[in-house]
C-alpha cells in the first residue's frame, strides 16, 4: 500500500511530463477503438450481406457441390435437414434452396446467369437480400408458380418490363437440356452489378418440376445464424447434428472464398496499423519511464544505502508504470466515449468519395463509416494498452534495481 502511494507520488513529480504521456495512451486508446470497432462493424455487415444473398453463414449440401456446382447433386431429404437444423439453439432461420447456372432469354437477347430457387412461404426479407432490394413488383403472386425476379442490370440487358415473359435454359436431374417460361413478376437492384446482371429467384416447386426433382430435393440448405462469429462452432454442431458422409457442411469461409480472402487482408493491414501506433506509445512510455529514473539516480542509491532492496525499488518503478497505465485508460475512456456515440449512431458518409455502390468481394459495402464493438474487442484493447504500459516500464524499473549506491551517492 505504502509502495503505491510513493509511486502515484512520484509520478506527479513532472506533471506535464506525466500528463503528455497519459494523453498519449488515451490517444492509442481511441485509436484501437475506432480501427477495431469500424472493423467488428463493417466485416459483420458484409459477412451478414454475403450471407442473406443465397449461401447463408453456413451451407448445407451434397459433398462436392461447392467445388463443382451442378444440378444432378442433391439433397433428397432437405426438408428433415431443415426441421432438425431450425430447432437448434443459435440459428436464426433455415431455408431450403435450389441454386443453378442458366441461360435467360428475352424476345431481344440472351444472357447467361444464376437462378435461386426458394420457398416464398419460408423466405423473408430480413434474411433474403434479393428480395429486400426489390423496387417494383412482388414476390411470386398467384398460385400458378411460373413467375420471376431479376435484377436492374438484367432486365434491362433483355429489356424486360413487368409482367413480360422470359425463358430460363438448364440442364435437369439428367443432364438434359429443359427450358421453362416465367413471367416477370419483381425487380430488386442491390447495387452490385454482378448481382443484379445475372441472379433471378424462382420459386423452388416449379423449378423441382422443370429439373424433375421430387418434392423434397434440393442442391442446400442456406442456414442464418444469430452471431456470425460463432459461425464456426455451430458449423460443427451441425455436422454432428446430421451426421450424413454424403452431406458436407461448410461455412461463409469456404463458400464465399473472395469475401473470406477481402475481409483476411483487410483485417491482417488492421492488426499491422495498430501494431505500429502501439510500437509509436510504447517509446514515448519508456521515454517518460527512463527519464524518471534517471534522474532519480542518486535518490535511488540513498534509498538503498538506508536498507531498500534492488527488488523493492523494481517494484516501485513498475507501480509507477501500472498507475500510468490507469491513468491513461481512464483518459483514453473520456475522450473516446463521444468520438464512439457519434460514430455508432451517426458515422461519417462516404458516398461523396466511393460512392453507394462500392462492393468488396461481390457484396455491397455500406459507405457511412460506423463503429461497434464486441465485448471481447474491448476486453483485447483494455489488456493490450495495459499490458504495453507495463512492458515498457520493465526496462527502466530493471534500470533502477541494478543502480550501484555509492557509485550513485557521487553524481551531483
Given at each position: 500500500?505504502?509502495?503505491?502511494?510513493?509511486?502515484?507520488?512520484?509520478?506527479?513529480?513532472?506533471?506535464?511530463?506525466?500528463?503528455?504521456?497519459?494523453?498519449?495512451?488515451?490517444f492509442g486508446v481511441l485509436l484501437a477503438v475506432t480501427f477495431t470497432g469500424t472493423g467488428d462493424y463493417g466485416y459483420t455487415n458484409m459477412i451478414n450481406a454475403g450471407a442473406s444473398m443465397g449461401l447463408g453463414h453456413i451451407t448445407i449440401e451434397p459433398n462436392g457441390y461447392n467445388q463443382t456446382p451442378s444440378l444432378d447433386k442433391r439433397m433428397q431429404?432437405?426438408?428433415?435437414?431443415?426441421?432438425?437444423?431450425?430447432?437448434m439453439p443459435g440459428v436464426d432461420s433455415a431455408t431450403v434452396r435450389i441454386m443453378g447456372q442458366a441461360m435467360f432469354a428475352s424476345a431481344s437477347k440472351a444472357v447467361g446467369g444464376m437462378f435461386i430457387a426458394i420457398d416464398p412461404a419460408r423466405e423473408s426479407a430480413d434474411h433474403?437480400?434479393?428480395?429486400?432490394?426489390?423496387?417494383?413488383?412482388?414476390?411470386?403472386?398467384?398460385?400458378?408458380?411460373?413467375?420471376?425476379?431479376?435484377?436492374?442490370?438484367?432486365?434491362?440487358?433483355?429489356?424486360?418490363?413487368?409482367?413480360?415473359?422470359?425463358?430460363?435454359?438448364?440442364?435437369?436431374?439428367?443432364?438434359?437440356?429443359?427450358?421453362?417460361?416465367?413471367?416477370?413478376?419483381?425487380?430488386?437492384?442491390?447495387?452490385?452489378?454482378?448481382?443484379?446482371?445475372?441472379?433471378?429467384?424462382?420459386?423452388?416447386?416449379?423449378?423441382?418440376s422443370t429439373l424433375?426433382?421430387?418434392?423434397?430435393?434440393?442442391?442446400?440448405?442456406?442456414?442464418?445464424?444469430?452471431?456470425?462469429?460463432?459461425?464456426?462452432?455451430?458449423?460443427?454442431?451441425?455436422?454432428?447434428?446430421?451426421?450424413?458422409?454424403?452431406?458436407?457442411?461448410?461455412?461463409?469461409?469456404?463458400?464465399?472464398?473472395d469475401l473470406a480472402g477481402i475481409i483476411t487482408m483487410d483485417r491482417s493491414s488492421n492488426y499491422i496499423s495498430q501494431f505500429l501506433i502501439g510500437l509509436l506509445i510504447a517509446a514515448g512510455i519508456l521515454n517518460t519511464l527512463l527519464m524518471s529514473v534517471l534522474e532519480r539516480t542518486r535518490e535511488f542509491g540513498v534509498m538503498m544505502a538506508i536498507g531498500m532492496s534492488p527488488k523493492t525499488l523494481f517494484r516501485l518503478v513498475l507501480v509507477e508504470s501500472f498507475w500510468l497505465a490507469i491513468l491513461g485508460i481512464v483518459i483514453g475512456i473520456i475522450i473516446t466515449?463521444?468520438?464512439?456515440?457519434?460514430?455508432?449512431?451517426?458515422?461519417?458518409?462516404?458516398?461523396?468519395?466511393?460512392?453507394?455502390?462500392?462492393?468488396?468481394?461481390?457484396?455491397?459495402?455500406?459507405?457511412?463509416?460506423?463503429?461497434?464493438?464486441?465485448?471481447?474487442?474491448?476486453?483485447a484493447i483494455l489488456t493490450g494498452v495495459f499490458g504495453l504500459t507495463l512492458l515498457s516500464g520493465l526496462y527502466p524499473a530493471w534500470r533502477a534495481g541494478r543502480i550501484a549506491p555509492v557509485e550513485s551517492l557521487k553524481t551531483i
Amino acid at each position: 500500500m505504502k509502495l503505491g502511494k510513493m509511486a502515484w507520488r512520484n509520478l506527479w513529480r513532472r506533471k506535464r511530463r506525466t500528463l503528455i504521456t497519459a494523453l498519449s495512451i488515451g490517444f492509442g486508446v481511441l485509436l484501437a477503438v475506432t480501427f477495431t470497432g469500424t472493423g467488428d462493424y463493417g466485416y459483420t455487415n458484409m459477412i451478414n450481406a454475403g450471407a442473406s444473398m443465397g449461401l447463408g453463414h453456413i451451407t448445407i449440401e451434397p459433398n462436392g457441390y461447392n467445388q463443382t456446382p451442378s444440378l444432378d447433386k442433391r439433397m433428397q431429404d432437405s426438408g428433415q435437414i431443415l426441421e432438425r437444423v431450425v430447432a437448434m439453439p443459435g440459428v436464426d432461420s433455415a431455408t431450403v434452396r435450389i441454386m443453378g447456372q442458366a441461360m435467360f432469354a428475352s424476345a431481344s437477347k440472351a444472357v447467361g446467369g444464376m437462378f435461386i430457387a426458394i420457398d416464398p412461404a419460408r423466405e423473408s426479407a430480413d434474411h433474403n437480400l434479393l428480395i429486400r432490394s426489390m423496387t417494383k413488383g412482388e414476390l411470386f403472386p398467384g398460385p400458378g408458380g411460373r413467375a420471376i425476379v431479376v435484377g436492374s442490370k438484367m432486365a434491362k440487358k433483355l429489356n424486360l418490363r413487368m409482367g413480360k415473359k422470359l425463358v430460363y435454359t438448364t440442364t435437369d436431374i439428367n443432364g438434359e437440356i429443359v427450358s421453362e417460361i416465367a413471367r416477370v413478376s419483381g425487380i430488386f437492384k442491390t447495387g452490385v452489378d454482378e448481382v443484379d446482371g445475372a441472379m433471378v429467384l424462382l420459386p423452388i416447386n416449379s423449378v423441382r418440376s422443370t429439373l424433375h426433382y421430387d418434392a423434397q430435393d434440393a442442391t442446400l440448405v442456406a442456414v442464418i445464424i444469430h452471431d456470425q462469429r460463432y459461425t464456426e462452432r455451430m458449423r460443427k454442431k451441425i455436422d454432428r447434428a446430421i451426421g450424413n458422409p454424403r452431406i458436407e457442411v461448410l461455412s461463409w469461409k469456404e463458400t464465399q472464398a473472395d469475401l473470406a480472402g477481402i475481409i483476411t487482408m483487410d483485417r491482417s493491414s488492421n492488426y499491422i496499423s495498430q501494431f505500429l501506433i502501439g510500437l509509436l506509445i510504447a517509446a514515448g512510455i519508456l521515454n517518460t519511464l527512463l527519464m524518471s529514473v534517471l534522474e532519480r539516480t542518486r535518490e535511488f542509491g540513498v534509498m538503498m544505502a538506508i536498507g531498500m532492496s534492488p527488488k523493492t525499488l523494481f517494484r516501485l518503478v513498475l507501480v509507477e508504470s501500472f498507475w500510468l497505465a490507469i491513468l491513461g485508460i481512464v483518459i483514453g475512456i473520456i475522450i473516446t466515449t463521444p468520438w464512439y456515440a457519434y460514430l455508432y449512431s451517426v458515422g461519417i458518409d462516404f458516398s461523396g468519395a466511393i460512392g453507394d455502390d462500392y462492393s468488396a468481394g461481390g457484396v455491397l459495402v455500406d459507405p457511412v463509416l460506423k463503429i461497434r464493438l464486441y465485448k471481447e474487442s474491448i476486453i483485447a484493447i483494455l489488456t493490450g494498452v495495459f499490458g504495453l504500459t507495463l512492458l515498457s516500464g520493465l526496462y527502466p524499473a530493471w534500470r533502477a534495481g541494478r543502480i550501484a549506491p555509492v557509485e550513485s551517492l557521487k553524481t551531483i
